[in-house]
């Protein structure tokens, strides 16, 4: 499969990015180009090794994008320095036109828009599902301040929509460390999105989960696509078939194909490397 070099960016538009944070959590990025994430010249080492070399990457608005690769190719990494948990070498990470998400911390690299989902659930497992919705709304207001305080009707009424989105609404009141790991993962997920994320970074999101969970996290991740971008890191090839309409292979921290998985899965350097005959 050939993949075309990607022309896209601000840099590439002439444009000179100024690297701040919008001014407020729902300003937002500048997409009027079409491109939420600008990844470009990314390298990242570690004690000389590679993890990530001149790595250029561009995922449109509203899109679902799939990432995989054998271990090793640098998909946390990535994930790690989009969300400032990483700092690169070299290179930059735009969000919009105007966002240099390596100029800010976690804290606002999350007020801006982005939110991200490990592969094992953190949940709060002593509180109910609507109360581990009502504590990831409130955000560093702290536990006991966000559990005692009055939700106003808007937050109710948020947290009720994403109840509904995820497929908990039944189980609201149960407490979090008796839920299915299923339903654990779809509560983080939950817990990203009402806080109104842009753009969602989702790694291994299947991972452990049955075959019927497999299939409504497919159903939910693709509802999300469109009014928001979601990225997914994944292992679980079927999962990646179920969902892709992009998906891009990483190997030796830079990528190696891109395009629609039927290309993707018949290209013959990424069955060499990820694969397999």
Request: aromatic share 6%; net charge negative; hydrophobic share 40%.
């Amino acid at each position: 499969m050939h993949v075309e070099p990607v022309s896209r960016g601000p840099r590439c538009h002439g444009l000179e990015p100024k690297g701040r944070a919008p001014s407020s959590p729902r300003e937002g990025p500048d997409t009027s180009h079409g491109v939420i994430l600008y990844v470009e010249g990314l390298t990242v080492s570690f004690d000389g090794f590679k993890a990530l070399d001149d790595l250029n990457l561009y995922i449109e608005d509203g899109e679902l994008r799939c990432i995989i690769g054998p271990n090793g190719a640098g998909k946390t990494t990535l994930m790690d320095v989009i969300t400032g948990k990483t700092r690169p070498d070299a290179g930059t990470v735009f969000f919009g036109q105007s966002v240099d998400l390596t100029r800010l911390t976690e804290t606002q690299i999350a007020q801006a828009g982005i939110g991200r989902k490990f592969q094992t659930p953190t949940v709060f497992e002593q509180h109910s599902v609507f109360e581990n919705l009502e504590l990831a709304l409130r955000g560093d207001k702290g536990v006991w301040h966000s559990l005692f305080a009055r939700l106003t009707g808007g937050e109710r009424e948020r947290i009720e929509q994403v109840l509904e989105l995820v497929g908990l609404t039944e189980s609201m009141h149960v407490r979090a460390g008796l839920l299915s790991h299923g339903q654990k993962q779809w509560l983080e997920i939950g817990m990203l999105l009402v806080q109104d994320p842009r753009v969602l970074l989702l790694d291994e999101p299947v991972a452990g989960m049955t075959a019927g969970e497999t299939d409504r996290t497919a159903e939910l991740l693709t509802s999300l696509a469109g009014e928001r971008t979601v990225v997914v890191v994944e292992h679980d090839m079927e999962f990646v078939r179920n969902i892709a309409r992009r998906v891009t292979v990483l190997h030796e921290g830079r990528v190696l194909a891109e395009g629609g998985m039927d290309a993707v899965q018949n290209d013959p350097r990424v069955i060499e490397v990820y694969l397999g005959s």
